[in-house]
């Protein structure tokens, strides 16, 4: 049961992330992610054959501790956005956006459940919620990172100089490989970076609870 909870929360999570992009995009003026079947809450258009089925079953199976998988990526064209700025910044925080708002109101469900003792502590209905939460809590910290391809790298193009045009080009090309360098490092050499700040936000949303 423990591991349909987890897929269920991991396909939550990954969803509403990538319905979030198309809706702000459609918001936007852009209609790609609809030609596209994306802006919708179904999950399969948005599934990754690998990322989103294959690698989080078999971490989840393997008993790993760490979990991540990923969607599709919501296509979308800015030269159609109504804001031309600020318009790709608006569509890519919209994902973490979502995640947030969505521990947040799991978080609710969670103290009215515990207030008004609806179910027992050790319930499938709590773990289910809890995990929720966390899910929801990586992928928008994860996402926040602002290396290509996650979507903070996106907020810190719109914001950089055009002076650092090189930067954005070196990112551009070799973040994915950074990125994977990253994880490695915290994981491998006990950096716990990203262990810390994703502990750091689900504490403060767990102590609304």
Do not use: C
Not at 18 to 43: C, I, M, W
Not at 67 to 96: C, E, H, Q, R, Y
Not at 106 to 118: G, S, Y
């Amino acid at each position: 049961m423990l591991i349909i909870i987890k897929i269920l929360s991991i396909l939550y999570a990954i969803v509403i992330h990538e319905f979030s992009h198309a809706y702000v995009a459609f918001k936007q003026g852009d209609l790609t992610a609809k030609l596209n079947n994306r802006l919708t809450l179904n999950p399969i258009p948005h599934m990754d054959m690998f990322g989103t089925i294959m690698l989080p079953a078999i971490l989840i199976l393997s008993g790993s501790p760490l979990v991540i998988g990923w969607a599709k990526p919501v296509p979308v064209n800015p030269l159609n956005f109504k804001n031309k700025k600020w318009g790709n910044t608006l569509v890519s925080l919209a994902g973490p956006a979502s995640n947030l708002i969505s521990a947040l109101l799991f978080v609710i469900i969670l103290k009215i459940i515990f207030v008004w003792q609806l179910v027992g502590v050790d319930s499938y209905l709590i773990v289910f919620l809890s995990y929720l939460i966390i899910i929801n809590v990586v992928l928008m910290v994860f996402n926040l990172i602002p290396i290509p391809p996650l979507d903070g790298s996106n907020f810190l193009f719109d914001i950089l100089p055009a002076k650092y045009n090189s930067v954005k080009v070196f990112l551009s090309q070799n973040g994915p490989w950074l990125l994977l360098i990253l994880l490695i490092a915290d994981s491998f050499f006990g950096l716990g970076i990203f262990s810390r700040i994703i502990g750091f936000f689900i504490d403060i949303i767990y102590g609304l609870v």
